[in-house]
């Protein structure tokens, strides 16, 4: 039980970052375009390094057939963000390059979205935060560790994500009312997720494991395929050693949480 109310506590906190964006960017206090990048790239290699490093090879080495809940898990954001982001806006003229994704949005000129592709764009970043609060009930239904590293990875994004998604409700021009309760309606989302995961788990513990390798896919998608090519370093080369400092984060944090017994 104890180990149920630190995780929905962190999938709050995690959900109040999303709220967050959604404010600065309906109030006119908008974070500067280079501190998105930065804490973009921060977050992108921080998730990818805690994927690939810590989450896959430990669910793989458990159970070998988990692997097959990481490619589900990879497909399925793949799935929904190339059937709903890539239509979130009027193709321009002028657009450099190919249909860019969810997180992606932050970083273009919105000028021509039309409402129902901002409701594609909602639906898709549902998805995406839904497996949020997935990853992150599931890591602390593993151990303690895992589910705080998992609450960091999600943490370090989602100022960005709920700037996207309120920016593109402006951009479509709906109300600043109705933008910022698109922001929450994500936050939302992750905390569903982290509920459905820990009732599911109360009820057959055997879906844990598929649960957080099912999460680790899609936290490979949103750092590889989402956020390292959102951070391009033809906007800012500075944005190069963010990345690189997010996976030395991963570790330092890794190897803190083993000296305080959290392991």
């Known amino acids: 039980m104890e180990t149920q109310v630190i995780g929905m506590t962190l999938a709050l906190v995690a959900a109040g970052a999303d709220v967050a964006g959604g404010y600065l960017t309906v109030h006119g206090k908008g974070l500067a375009r280079r501190t998105l990048l930065y804490t973009m790239g921060l977050g992108a290699g921080f998730m990818l390094a805690a994927a690939l490093l810590g ?5 793989v080495a458990q159970s070998p057939g988990t692997a097959v809940f990481i490619v589900v898990g990879y497909l399925i954001i793949f799935v929904f963000e190339n059937l709903f982001a ?3 806006h009027e193709p321009e003229e002028d657009h450099v390059g190919g249909p860019h994704a969810l997180v992606g949005e932050l970083c273009c000129d919105e000028s021509l979205i039309t409402r129902p592709g901002s409701y594609a764009a ?3 970043l549902l998805v995406h935060t839904f497996f949020d609060g997935v990853a992150i009930a599931a890591g602390f239904q593993t151990r303690s560790s895992v589910g705080v590293i998992m609450f960091l990875a999600v943490f370090l994004h989602k100022i960005p994500e709920g700037l996207s998604m309120s920016t ?14 698109s922001a929450v309606a994500i936050a939302a989302s992750t905390v569903l997720g982290a509920m459905a995961t820990f009732v599911v788990g ?28 959102t951070t391009n370093p033809a906007r800012t080369k500075w944005v190069i050693p963010f990345v690189v400092l997010g996976t030395v984060l991963y570790y330092l944090t890794w190897q803190l949480l083993g000296l305080f017994g959290l392991e």
């Open 55 to 59: 989450r896959m090879p430990e669910a």
């Open 122 to 124: 909602l639906a898709g």
């Open 168 to 181: 593109i409700m402006l951009a479509a021009n709906r109300t600043r009312s109705f933008a910022f309760a």
């Open 86 to 88: 890539t239509h979130a």
């Open 202 to 229: 109360e009820l057959d513990p055997s879906t844990t494991k598929d649960a957080l390798a099912l999460a680790t896919g899609t936290l490979i998608y949103i750092a590889a395929s989402d956020l390292i090519p």
